[in-house]
């Protein structure tokens, strides 16, 4: 199977299996530089309420006695108290020997965690009602693949008639754990993503009194929302439900409430914690590419909608997912004008989920704010235009038509070329001169905009080159009219048809790193090639695009500050690339595998005396522990009718010469597809030989 000796094979495995080791070293290290003493606790942020944490044992006593220092120590010891460490003395007990849980050691990521069985259960009466603000996380992982109904692993009261009490339990219905709080009579439910077993999760919930809003976070990222009055804690109910007749079997390491809404730069520094604590993949939900506390005023991204969603629905929400969460949501209430969420191959963009636009008179709607009239505004746009030469189709845009010559846009026209759009349509100020073009394939747009006429830059980025600017067209804050979504300026024709992947929105000017860095998110995602370099949110060089292989380039990888996670990938912007690549393992966070080709034709030679190589040649760059891949390579676009795997060859080279060259037969070969599993491509040079 392989083109190489013995001898060679085994040198390549060991190097490869030093620097697996070398990563895991240095993961290990960097990990515990982040926990170590003088980086970020709980404690650290002001008004902790109230903090669990099975890796500090002397907190998990066995005695029932807060003065005990007989402390669980070993896996199997019962705990009778588990100690809070916010300083108010909240501690959690059970007096009863068979409902006591269990100490697990160094269960995740080497942290310990508590046992719970379906009886298992803990709880402190509190002296007062708590109605404040809060914000709450939980680590936990579900030990049993079929919850019961009700099964409930947190609650806050013991009645669940009353209104405002809480428990979070499992819904058998929706498969999904929630939040149920009682509204007067009713319940009222804010779920998080569906259920998952023997998987570690963050459970988060922040809720404001005076709103009476309650957001539930799924690993980080804002999920759902209910609105409900007086939300209280009268007690601190770990693993039992308000009736106290549903316990879940679970593992729970760490609970933290604060008495307060937590804003992003708290909430950052906390996930930061628990990341580096669990070796976990909380996102971020003030990314994308951000790895500071600015945050952006609109998020929309297909891939995380409500969990119910399902190939072919059609939308009335879309959820706002940057700071401003549930507040600046698309919404489109009229059934048939409702855009389509489809996660299928004949509509997905490098396997992502999208929202479909008919180009009839789908289009959704964000109510005015100021957040989306701000005098600077940067919007980034990916979209994939699916109708050929026609009238003018509108991706974005808000009119001010009670102001002459204020508003924004942006557009296809009618010789599918973008255009951006500035000025009052109904008065002529449109910019006619048009950018970049719509080729049926997925586009990262960039349009910034600055208040005023003439010198006031407006200027369009189609993926990462900036293309043009408008120095004739006026714009200024809106703050009259909605902002559309696949519609004109003021909602009501020149339709968008095709797909919208992702929308984000800033109330302001943007520094040119961080706009790489949002590009280089939406790329790896979206299969987009860049012009400039591909940067990190940790500014990390992911790849030069100088290095000469600056073509088709695509990737894998997982960045917590982006909230990407981009697990295979071809390219979509070149059609002639002809293969995928995908992790054969999970990946911890900045790891990443970026590939781009020379721009050769698919012409074949002979190289190293082997025949039928492509002249064209791939560089895979490497950053932190990707390991190996798995290929499949598309022999109908390289024009190619084989069959036998052992004819189709990668040929992989340290160096752009491919004076010294290993190969690795394909694996198999179904139905034109050559499948090469476990390839070693780290920072190497590749191509292939196909007959």
Known sequence: MFGFSQSKYWILVLMLLGI????????????????????????????????????????????????????????GDSVSIWKDKSGNDFHVSQTTSSFKPKLRLGYFNGQNALDFDLEDRLQHILPSNMKDDFT????????????????????????PNTSGSFQIDYNSSTNSFQVRSKLGGANQFSRFNTFVHDTIKLFGISYNNSTGQLVTYDNGAANDTITNPDIFHSRIRVNVNRNENRRHNSHIAEIIIYKKELDFCENDQVLKYLNAKYSTSFVNSFAP???????????????????????????????????????????????????????SSTFNINYNPVIHFDGNNDAMTIPLSTELNANDMVIFSVQKLQSGSGGNRTIYGS?????????????????????????????????????GTANNRPNII???????????????????ANIGTIINGNYGANLVSSFYIGADLLGLANFWEGEIAELIIFNDEIDSLRKMKINTYLAIKYGVTLSHNYVSSSDKVLYDVSNGYANGVLGVGRDLGSDLYQ??????????????????????NDAYALVG??????????????????????????????GTLDIALDLNVFSSSETNPNNV???????????????????????????????????????????
């Open 649 to 691: 060859k990668i040929l992989i080279s340290n160096t752009a010469s491919f004076d010294h060259v290993y190969t690795i037969n394909a694996t198999s070969i179904s139905n034109g597809i050559a499948t090469f599993e476990g390839i070693p491509l780290y920072d190497k040079y590749f191509t292939f030989s196909i007959p």
């Open 136 to 159: 709450m996380y939980i680590i936990l992982m579900s030990d049993t693949a079929s919850p019961t109904n009700f099964e409930s692993f947190y609650s806050s009261h013991t009645n």
């Open 20 to 75: 697996g080791l070398l990563k895991a070293q240095q993961t290990i290290v960097e990990t515990n530089n982040r926990i170590g003493s003088n980086a970020f606790k709980p404690d650290t942020l002001s008004n902790l309420w109230f903090w669990i944490d099975a890796s500090d044992t002397t907190t998990l006593l066995e005695e029932n006695n807060i003065l005990s220092t007989n402390y669980a120590s070993k896996t």
């Open 289 to 343: 590419a951000s790895t500071g506390c600015e945050n952006n005023s609109v998020w929309l991204k297909s891939d995380n909608g409500p969990s119910s969603l399902v190939n072919g629905v059609t939308i009335s929400s879309w959820t706002n997912l940057s700071n401003l969460f549930g507040l600046l949501s698309a919404q489109q209430t009229i059934v048939s004008k409702q855009p389509t969420f489809y996660d």
């Open 399 to 435: 009119l001010n038509t009670s102001v002459p010559s204020t508003g924004y846009g942006l557009r296809v026209n009618s010789s599918n070329q973008y255009e951006l759009i500035t000025g009052n349509l109904l008065t002529g100020f449109l910019n006619n001169d048009a950018y």
């Open 567 to 588: 697990p295979k990938s071809k390219s979509e912007t070149d059609i002639t690339s002809g293969f995928t690549i995908e992790l054969t393992s999970t990946l911890g």
């Open 597 to 626: 080709h020379n721009g050769a034709s698919l012409a074949r030679h002979s190289l190293v005396g082997i025949n039928n190589v492509l002249l064209r040649k791939w560089y895979s760059n490497h950053t932190g522990g990707i």
């Open 446 to 464: 960039s349009y910034t905009l600055k208040a005023g006429f003439g010198s006031a830059t407006k200027s369009i980025d189609v993926n990462g």
